[in-house]
């Protein structure tokens, strides 16, 4: 993987990342292979070249290239008519030097972990989870049809992240789904990009959207960086607000300046993008809910000497309570209600102080929680990562002028066995009152 990407940047040059055509291929199916303990598995779009004995996870590989191949064709708004006989060639391997010795590993080819891709000819590694065996033939695949059909893979984050993403996937019943959000781990075992995320958060090492965004493969080695690429693939392919102008971006990946056009396509949604994927990073779950927990950045409008009450919904994440508060003021949230916060294995009744029979994030399960979005984003970290808890009642005071939010305290995977709603009052203290 991390070869295919160091491959591409050192032939650019050469070949500008572009197709060498049909006929183009490196691997040649030299007469040796028949008698060299090499199978060879023939699908439509892919001849698997193997060493691996015969198995149904290894002998079906071809045909989930297949099925994986009209959902890119779709991705990308290509037609698959007129890719009827787009062909690769692949080698799995158990044994490298074998390829070696056979030519089926060329020279040119530098040394990788786990795969790596050129054009038409992919190469994976073995690996003891048919998952990720899988996953990372997929991945290659995308490095394959993005180069050879769109012209180039973009930069590196593009690269690496639409390879993450549309290689991810659910293979159930002879059934492929491409660019699947994995519920568990258990369904995808060995692919761990959610756990670099959240080990990298918990260490206080997270990476900003942008340095994701900045990513350069010679400075950083290993497998860690396709975690992160992943997300931020995920978040935008997945986020109602971002997903249709992502989804674009198949179009210009032969562009120089590819990354500061993918800035002036959000516009004014970039400094909102900016915090959502802090929230995303912290909260990053299996499973997490993208249009549950999309927020709404409108901003409020000034509370005054009145009072509010607002309705908020236990089955969403951050929600915009339409209310501009003053910094320095204190006003005083008083929440009442009573709402579902789970359902198996019966239904959790819970109120505005939380249940303590559970806790998430130390905190009760269901505790209503209150952030002040300032009006213009400060350095640090987001308001929405450091909350306060309010309970049936607590006195705000904000430091900075901004927007009222609240949720209850939940998991971003958990949110749909939630039910009901709670109603929350906001006034503002007799000293903060205008005359």
């Known amino acids: ?33 028949a008698g060299a303990e090499i199978r060879r598995i023939s699908g439509k779009h892919l001849t698997l070249l193997t060493d691996l004995p015969s198995t149904p996870a290894v002998d ?5 290239f297949d099925r994986a191949f009209p ?49 038409y000819d992919l190469w994976v590694v073995d690996q003891s ?42 293979w159930q019943d002879g059934e492929l789904k491409v660019g699947y959000f994995p519920g568990s781990r258990e369904e995808t075992p060995m692919w761990g990009r959610i756990k670099i995320v959240r080990d990298a958060f918990a260490a206080r090492r997270a990476k900003r959207f942008t340095d994701v965004l900045a990513y350069d493969p010679a400075n950083e080695p290993g497998t860690e960086p396709y975690g992160w690429c992943w997300a931020a693939a995920a978040l935008l392919d997945n986020h ?26 959000l516009g004014a949604d970039w400094e909102n993008l ?14 997490y809910d993208f249009q549950r927990t999309a927020i709404d950045f409108s901003p409020g409008k000034p509370l005054g000497p009145r009072e509010v009450s607002i309705v908020i919904q236990a089955d969403r994440g951050w929600q915009n309570s339409g209310i501009r508060l003053e910094a320095d003021n204190e006003y005083e949230i008083a929440a009442e209600g009573r709402y579902q916060v789970a359902r198996n294995p019966k239904i959790w009744w819970c109120e505005p102080n939380g249940v303590s029979i559970r806790y998430y994030r130390g905190r009760p399960l269901g505790l209503l929680l209150a952030a002040v979005r300032p009006d213009r984003p400060a350095p640090g ?11 049936l009642k607590a006195t705000l005071a904000p430091k900075h002028s901004g ?20 109603t929350v009052t906001v006034r503002a203290l007799p000293s903060n009152a205008a005359e």
């Not at 927007?403 to 709670?422: H, K, Q, V, W």
Request: charged share 20%; aromatic share 12%.
């Open 240 to 265: 109602p607000k971002y997903q249709t102008r992502f989804r674009t971006l198949g179009n210009i990946v032969q562009q120089r300046d590819f990354n500061n056009r993918f800035r002036r396509l």
């Open 403 to 422: 927007t009222l939010f609240l949720r209850i305290n939940d998991s971003a995977a958990e949110l749909a066995d939630n039910s009901g709603s709670l």
């Open 71 to 119: 959902q890119w064709c779709q991705y990308f708004g290509v037609n698959k008519v007129r890719l009827k006989d787009w062909h690769a060639t692949a080698c799995l391997m158990r044994d490298k030097s074998l390829f070696q010795r056979l030519k089926l590993l060329p020279d040119f080819v530098p040394p990788f972990d786990n795969g790596f891709s050129f054009n």
């Open 381 to 391: 970290p987001s308001p929405f990562l450091v909350p306060t808890p309010v309970g």
């Open 60 to 64: 079906e590989l071809t045909e989930v």
């Open 129 to 170: 989870s048919d998952y990720y065996r899988r996953h990372l033939l997929l991945h290659e695949g995308v490095h394959s049809f993005m180069n050879t059909v769109l012209g180039s893979c973009g930069p590196p984050w593009y690269q690496e992240g639409m390879a993450e993403l549309l290689g991810t996937h659910r």
């Open 1 to 33: 993987m991390a070869g295919a990407l160091k491959l591409c940047l050192l032939l650019t040059a050469l070949v500008s990342c572009q197709s060498l055509g049909a006929e183009g291929t490196t691997i040649r199916a030299v007469p040796e292979v």
């Open 274 to 287: 900016l915090e959502e994927w802090q929230v995303f990073v912290a909260d990053l779950e299996y499973g």
